[in-house]
């Protein structure tokens, strides 16, 4: 099992920053991908940002050349940069996890999630 704990969340301004971390621990398998999503009230939870285990990452349109996703070297730890926030970007964050090994093949976990809210 793998619990996944975020922090960092709060209300900032329109045009402010935040910074999400979500450290893992459990059983902890070196192939993995971790990412952050994201939900608003009434709408579904969307992909925000991947990083694998080698470093590369992806974002979705919405927060490209805003947010910024990154993990430690020990690969336990990923962050999520967020600048120049805007109303929109409130919502729960959720961190996830996907991890590999050869005997359990490709297993997630998601976080309890962690408030962000944008003041305009």
């Known amino acids: 099992q793998v619990q996944l704990v975020e922090s960092g969340g709060g209300l900032v301004q329109a045009g402010g920053s935040l910074r999400l971390s979500c450290a893992a621990s459990?059983?902890?398998?070196?192939?993995?991908?971790m990412g952050w999503y994201r939900q608003a009230p009434g709408k579904q939870r969307e992909l925000v940002a991947t990083v694998t285990a080698d470093g590369t990452t992806s974002y979705a349109d919405s927060v490209k050349g805003r947010f910024a996703i990154s993990r430690d070297g020990a690969e336990n730890t990923v962050f999520l940069q967020m600048n120049s926030l805007k109303p929109e970007d409130t919502a729960v964050y959720y961190c996830?996890?996907?991890?590999?090994?050869?005997?359990?093949?490709?297993?997630?976990?998601w976080g309890g999630g962690t408030q962000v809210t944008v003041s305009s």
């Open positions: 996830d996890r996907n991890q590999w090994s050869l005997t359990t093949g490709w297993l997630h976990y």
């Open positions: 459990g059983i902890i398998f070196s192939v993995n991908i």
